[in-house]
């Protein structure tokens, strides 16, 4: 039996009927008419046969409404389908350019008026800026088109069809199509029209499009001016009010190059823009231009004559409630937020955004590489075999798309490079879409990482390369592992300027190592920077059965095919709230960097073109974290690329607790995106006068003891200590075992020679097969003198040889309780261990552990390859805002280098607990948390988390790094936690908060 399908939902041509040359997206006066707003829907599962429903007089009363811009499958409480979740995966057969029968189609329908006097327009547009994945457009009855390209912008000439008065638009959109083998980006299918919807009245002798090419050298400016339109449409008025700009051009053939004289550049940190018009007797069409010049000169990429940096972020359109449909509002603010947190580029990955976007991207200042909507990961499943990328059945839609990209968004100053998109192999189909945009504009260099030969690209660009390899890139490159090249295509590679289109994959607790790529950007000018994997997490807003509301990921929509969780990788939660991850990354970029040398402070402006005029210098003095003075430093303005160095402050210094410096780079004013004193830059300077720790006393006169007995605040049965500060207490027992981070779960075949780890095997399994998430222990002796309690314990799991031998030494030291804990591992472990540490077991009783304040690193959570936006001092939290509520449960709220510690229930001083740094100088850190690692580890969503009755704290000799397994390098060998000896001393009291001289 025949397909039921449409030809044309098979089809790979681009579209059919009256679809319009791309052009700009443009503000022009011209009328026009949103039909935005509540369209009547009927969604069917199969295409129907019938395409009755497009007549006019069709009777669509008995259909549901639905607003538009949406997606379907967030409409109506899962009436209307679920979404589905794949990173690589096809959600239906591979069979190019097929799809299933099984496609679910929406079929909308809406009435409108059209103006009386839009009757003078020579035509008139029905434009759509975004349906997925293929649309069929019918206007009063009469079949006007197809169109496929789900981010793209499609514009068709209905002007034949409509009438004065009132109107029918019906419009088919299909889940799968042709079409689908082209989009099959990491994120959500999210089928239905999604972004705008407008009718435009186009005027006799309009303007059909404008193109302001800028540039900028030395202090000029100039402007190559294309206008698309008929004869008729000239003269043609270019109006720069500012610049005192008025230039008038009577015919085509006039229009040539202005240039300009004192004009200021556009960048990303100062993006001047300047308000100009293009206008003749019918339309007039308003523009905001910046001047910059782009080029690749050598291995160099550089802006305005200048070596760029880009500090970027791969930004998917999402939102856990509206999908990909855009709200300038938050738009304006997610933006912001990326330049409080000192990202100064966006790679849209892996489709154009909404226009709009780069009206702001342009505004607010930031690098873009725009990146054309195809991906066709999928074929990877088969060796790649079928994929369309070199297939010529396929060649006109992919020029279609990049003619589409290119055109609609080519005036905005803030696109500096065209990326053809992601993923997708390599073939002659995206050569010519290269060789068309060099022929279209030469201003922009033309990117895509899968061009691994460099045969049609201007950059080199890779995925997640570790740092070593990035290092040996950014040399001469003889080593770096080029893939599929020949020695020749290696040798052009290495000539061009290099960037890492993604990496420092942030999913879940992570990444780390962060300051290691940042750092071989400044030692070595091939290297460009690059662009995190990613901006946002992308869990759509869902409940359980019970009501509870939670962020889904893939496989909670009851899914046939999905990727799970691996749509939650970014540095913003779902709910916008930054993640410790993206703090690390504002530190690890800042754009001003100190430098403390004897008393002087050197200070460096990393920025591209803006000196530090914008900017004031504060400093602080703390005492153990107590405010102790501060003030302003006396700054010369540091020219972009320079240095100066001043005067530290004369600051008071303590001799008997912890004296730190910290200096901050503030804004001097308020911006579009940050108020005045926010801090873009921090450093801290630690002034202490060493003082070395208490000597351990040693203890003689042991004798076998049965181990209860009373030591202070410390009560113990059997050798256990029961009660601690009056309350009830459990251990402290050995735990090696933290929930495992989406980094630990990866099996990245990219890990550590010297690991005996195997390659495709993640931690978290090896973790599991050696039994550190069940140790159980075995009591080898318990002594006892006077004042203190000895226990050795064998700590080991079942089906298991390997152990773990603890020695726990509880002493009175005055009126103080001291516990000083060995661990000594056995020989025979072969894998990294998460953590090395104590858990002591706290239940509710009548008040519960509910918060702490401690003097050590914060106040966000910090491990050993992520510390730098970490500062020493005094902090307080509640047991909750300790934790990280990451989509899937898993390791979160260590606190590193802790000092002092206390527990508290409520305003009162539960327990008080100051730690010692072992003989190398290694401090301890901590975790407080109502949940064991256990149980994190066996939840899959935060509800699913149990009811707790107690409070856990873990005391850590040492934590394992974070890395980027989860797409990306293992943990560097510095930061990898190796079974060894490690020793925790900590002092106890009851009752009181931090101390000044602990």
């Known amino acids: ?485 020949t020695p020749a295509q290696g040798a052009r590679q290495r000539t061009k300027p290099f960037l890492l289109c993604e990496y420092a994959h942030a999913m879940g607790n992570g990444p780390g190592a962060l300051d290691q790529y940042e750092a071989l950007v400044h030692e070595y000018p091939r290297l460009h920077g690059g662009f995190v994997w990613e901006w946002r997490d992308h869990g759509i807003l869902t409940t359980t059965p019970e009501g509870t509301p939670y962020y889904a990921y893939g496989g909670d929509f009851g899914e046939v095919v999905h990727d799970g969780n691996f749509v939650m990788d970014g540095m913003l939660l779902s709910n916008d709230v930054p993640t410790p991850s993206l703090h690390e990354y504002k530190a690890v970029v800042q754009p001003v960097r100190f430098t403390f040398d004897g008393d002087e402070l050197a200070i460096t402006n990393l920025r591209h073109s803006a000196d530090t005029s914008d900017l004031r210098f504060r400093w602080r003095v703390e005492h153990d974290g107590t405010f102790v003075d501060s003030g302003d430093m006396e700054v010369p303005v540091v020219a972009a690329g320079s240095s100066a160095r001043v005067p530290l402050p004369r600051i008071p210094v303590s001799q008997d607790s912890e004296t730190w410096l910290t200096i901050d780079a503030v804004l001097a004013a308020g911006t579009a995106w940050a108020r005045d004193g926010h801090v873009i830059a921090t450093a801290q300077l630690d002034r202490s006068t060493r003082r070395p720790a208490p000597g351990v006393r040693p203890q003689t006169n042991w004798r076998q003891s049965d181990g209860t007995l009373t030591l202070g605040i410390a009560e113990f049965i059997d050798g256990s200590l029961v009660r601690l500060a009056g309350r009830a207490v459990a251990g402290p027992r050995l735990e090696l075992f933290r929930a495992p981070t989406d980094n630990d779960e990866g099996a990245s075949e990219d890990v550590d020679e010297s690991d005996a780890a195997i390659a495709g095997v993640s931690n978290a399994e090896l973790w599991h097969r050696d039994g550190l998430d069940r140790l159980t222990s075995r009591r080898v002796s318990v002594e006892r003198t006077a004042k203190a309690l000895r226990t050795i314990a064998r700590v080991s799991a079942a089906n298991s040889a390997l152990s773990v031998i603890v020695e726990s030494v509880w002493s009175l030291e005055g009126d103080e309780l001291e516990l000083r804990v060995e661990i000594e591992p056995s020989s025979g472990w072969l894998t990294v261990w998460p953590r090395i540490g104590i858990r002591f077991d706290l239940p509710d009783g009548a008040a519960p552990i509910d918060g702490a304040e401690w003097f050590g690193l914060g106040p966000l959570e910090s491990y050993p390859d992520s510390l730098r936006a970490a500062r020493t001092g005094r902090f307080t939290s509640t047991v909750r805002d300790l934790s990280v509520d990451y989509a899937r449960p898993q390791e979160t709220g260590h606190r590193s280098q802790l000092r002092q510690l206390a527990l508290t229930s409520g305003s009162t001083k539960v327990l008080h607990i100051v730690a010692f740094p072992d003989t190398r100088g290694r401090r301890p850190g901590f975790t407080l948390s109502r949940h064991t690692p256990q149980q994190i580890a066996r939840a899959g969503h935060p509800f699913e988390l149990p009811d707790s009755t107690t409070s856990h704290l873990i005391v850590d000799a040492a934590q394992h790094g974070l890395g980027s397994r989860a797409c990306g390098p293992d943990v560097w060998p510095e930061f990898a936690l190796r079974p060894e000896s490690r020793t925790i001393r900590l002092r106890m009291a009851a009752g009181r908060g931090l101390s000044r001289n602990p």
């Not at 993006?271 to 018009?277: E, K, M």
């Not at 160099?300 to 999402?318: A, D, K, P, S, Y």
């Not at 709200?327 to 580029?345: C, G, I, Q, S």
């Not at 066709?376 to 010529?392: A, I, K, L, R």
């Open 1 to 485: 039996m025949p397909s039921q399908l449409p030809a044309y939902v098979s089809d790979t041509a681009p579209g059919r009927g009256a679809l319009r040359t791309a052009r700009s997206w443009l503000h022009s006066d011209v009328p026009s008419h949103s039909l935005n707003g509540m369209w009547r829907f009927r969604l069917s599962q199969t295409i129907p046969v019938a395409e009755d429903f497009a007549a006019e007089d069709f009777d669509d009363s008995g259909w549901d409404s639905i607003s538009v811009p949406s997606h379907w499958v967030l409409q109506g409480d899962g009436a209307y389908g679920r979404p589905i979740y794949t990173n690589v995966q096809f959600p239906f057969p591979i069979d190019p350019p097929h799809v299933p029968d099984e496609n679910p189609t929406g079929d909308y329908r809406r009435h409108f008026d059209m103006p009386a006097d839009w009757s003078e327009a020579e035509r008139v547009l029905l434009r759509f800026d975004g349906v997925e994945s293929l649309f069929k457009l019918w206007v009063n009855g009469e079949e006007i088109g197809s169109a496929g390209g789900s981010r793209l912008a499609h514009e068709f000439d209905v002007t034949s069809s409509l009438r004065p008065g009132d109107n029918v638009v019906a419009v088919r959109v299909h889940q799968w199509s042709a079409a689908s083998y082209l989009e099959d980006q990491d994120q959500w299918w999210l089928p239905g029209i999604f972004r705008d919807v407008t009718v435009i009245a186009r005027p006799a002798g309009g303007i059909e499009d404008v193109w302001l090419r800028t540039g900028f050298e030395n202090g000029y400016g100039q402007i190559e001016t294309e206008v698309t339109a008929d004869a008729a449409a000239f003269p043609v008025t270019l109006r720069l009010p500012e610049l005192g700009i008025q230039q008038v051009w009577a015919t085509a053939a006039d229009v040539a190059p202005l240039d300009v004289d004192g004009v200021e550049p556009w960048s990303a940190e100062q993006p001047r823009l300047y308000d100009v018009t293009v206008s003749n007797a019918a339309e007039s069409i308003a523009m905001r231009v910046g001047f910059r010049t782009v080029e690749i000169r050598g291995d160099q990429f550089l802006i305005n004559g200048r070596r760029v940096v880009f500090h970027g972020m791969n930004r998917h359109e999402t939102h856990p409630e509206r999908g990909r449909v855009f709200d300038e509002e938050h738009a304006r603010e997610d933006l912001a937020r990326m330049k409080r947190f000192n990202v100064n580029a966006i790679r849209t990955s892996h489709y154009p955004p909404h226009p709009r976007l780069l009206d702001l991207a342009d505004e607010l200042g930031f690098w873009v590489i725009l990146e054309c909507d195809l991906e066709t990961h999928g074929f990877d499943e088969v060796d790649w075999v079928g994929n369309p990328s070199d297939d010529p059945m396929w060649r006109d839609a992919y020029l279609d798309r990049i003619r589409r990209t290119v055109e609609r968004d080519k005036n905005h100053p803030s696109i500096v490079i065209w990326s053809l998109g992601n993923e997708a192999g390599t073939g002659s189909n995206l050569a010519a879409m290269s060789a068309w945009v060099h022929a279209r504009d030469a201003g922009r260099p033309v990117h895509y990482e899968g061009d691994h030969a460099g045969e049609y690209t201007d950059v080199y660009s890779r995925m997640y390369a570790s740092v070593l390899e990035t290092e040996q890139i950014g040399t001469e490159g003889s080593r770096s592992k080029l893939l599929n090249c």
